[in-house]
């Protein structure tokens, strides 16, 4: 079945740092991508999705190319704020057609923590 | 405001008590969907509905039961509660494939 799996948090930053937060997958087909962010005592929020090979999402600058040849969909930042300190998920969905239309499976998530 | 709208936000129940927990979408969204997070597993899908009269197991269903009532709302029951079900719970909705989940807030329950 199709899998998600990041890279082990937590991931402890200072202000201004670099992000990247690993993800690959495995799954048939051609699955849609995305991050997930959840700010502390709420939901998940979509941050960025792409749905096809070499897109790029991007939102709040935080960018993730969907790199087919190595199943992978990394996320990055170029320099975080202490605001984006929150547990990010990565997760897929299958193509259409597929007898798992529409359902996200998730990666484990990984927290982030950036300080002043 | 549209969204995803989950009730209660938190609730303590004893083991082998019942519950159901509500939600409700205002976004005419076809698909919903719960998971239930827990500490270093991610979310893991319970049920889903991918339309209006049709459910559907996840990965982790045994314990509960689904009611998709209307297009708009989709219940999660607990008939005998566990420990093991303390969790946090998480209903989602969507349209179409590609487009990601609208989450609703969570319900934090604990059973003891």
């Known amino acids: 079945g199709d899998s998600v799996t990041q890279m082990e948090g937590p991931v402890t930053l200072s202000e201004e740092a670099f992000l990247t937060i690993n993800c690959t997958y495995t799954a048939t087909g051609y699955p849609s991508l995305f991050w997930y962010v959840q700010y502390p005592g709420e939901g998940l929020q979509l941050l960025l999705k792409?749905?096809?090979?070499?897109d790029k999402g991007s939102n709040k600058g935080f960018e993730a190319t969907y790199r087919k040849e190595t199943t992978s969909f990394h996320l990055e930042k170029g320099s975080v704020q202490v605001s984006d300190s929150a547990v990010y998920f990565c997760?897929?969905?299958?193509?259409?057609?597929?007898?798992?239309?529409?359902?996200?499976?998730f990666g484990q998530g990984t927290i982030l923590t950036v300080h002043p | 405001n549209a969204g995803v709208t989950q009730t209660p936000k938190f609730q303590v129940l004893k083991t082998g008590q019942s519950m159901t927990l509500q939600c409700a979408q205002d976004m005419n969204h076809n698909s919903m969907y719960w998971y239930r997070q827990d500490p270093g597993m991610g979310l893991r899908l319970i049920y889903y509905?991918?339309?209006?009269?049709?459910?559907d197991k996840g990965e982790v269903p045994n314990g509960y039961n689904v009611s998709r009532l209307n297009k708009r709302e989709f219940s999660l029951r607990l008939e005998s509660a566990a420990p093991s079900q303390t969790s946090v719970y998480f209903c989602?909705?969507?349209?179409?494939?590609?487009?990601?989940?609208?989450f609703g807030s969570g319900t934090r329950l604990t059973v003891v």
């Open positions: 997760a897929l969905s299958e193509s259409s057609g597929g007898t798992s239309y529409g359902k996200l499976t």
């Open positions: 509905s991918a339309s209006e009269g049709t459910t």
């Open positions: 792409a749905t096809k090979a070499d």
């Open positions: 989602a909705s969507s349209d179409r494939v590609g487009y990601g989940y609208t």
